[in-house]
Each structure stands twice: as structure tokens, then as C-alpha cells.
């Protein structure tokens, strides 16, 4: 059976923290299931929201200023998430215990027309 974490410690995950081993099926179903790419764009997005939230309150400018600032840091993150993405899942992976290249061992797999 594989455990799904609580939101909690979804976010602790989501920002690069190890999960207990109970936890490790799914650390390996999330980084191959078949919308991997979009969740770890989401992953991306949770990491990016603490930082936006303190720029929209605490920047001293006009709203709109903040609001170009938020968008410009997402759009670069998300460029680099997008950039690093496959590095990023194996290195979830290999935290979570699985030998390096598995996971995307487990992708390729998926990507090969069938018999």
C-alpha cells in the first residue's frame, strides 16, 4: 500500500525535505506517474508563493510593480524548474531510498510503444 502524505508534510516535501520511509512508494509514483512534469511544476509553484506573498506585501512600490515582480521571479523559476526537472525528480528519488536512475528507468519504460 503506498501512503500519501498529509498536506504538511507535502509542503516539507515539496520544498526538498526527505520523507520517512513509509512514504517512499510514493515519492517514486510521484516522480513516474504519468503527469510527473505537471506535478512538479506545482511542486515549483508552492516554492515560489512564500517569496511572492513577501514581495505583494512588504516591496514599497505601486501594486502593479509588485504584481510585474511576482510574475517576472515565476516565469524565471519556472524556466529553471523546467530546466533541472529530470535531475530534480532523481534526486527525489534517490532520497527516497531508490537507486539513481531508477525513476527514470520507470519513465522510459512508459515510453516505449508496447508488444
Known amino acids: 500500500m503506498v501512503h500519501r502524505p498529509n498536506p504538511l508534510r507535502w509542503i516539507w516535501y515539496a520544498f526538498g525535505a526527505k520523507l520517512p520511509a513509509r512514504y517512499d512508494g510514493w515519492v517514486l509514483k510521484d516522480v513516474t506517474s504519468r503527469f510527473w512534469r505537471l506535478r512538479a511544476l506545482a511542486r515549483s509553484l508552492v516554492q515560489f508563493a512564500p517569496f511572492a506573498v513577501l ?58 510503444p508496447g508488444p
Open 55 to 112: 514581495i505583494l506585501i512588504f516591496l514599497p512600490s505601486e501594486m502593479w510593480v509588485r504584481w510585474m515582480g511576482v510574475l517576472g521571479g515565476v516565469i524565471v523559476g519556472l524556466i529553471y524548474a523546467l530546466a533541472y526537472q529530470d535531475e530534480a525528480a532523481e534526486s527525489r528519488a534517490l532520497k527516497a531510498g531508490w537507486p539513481r536512475g531508477y525513476a527514470g528507468e520507470i519513465r522510459e519504460e512508459r515510453r516505449r
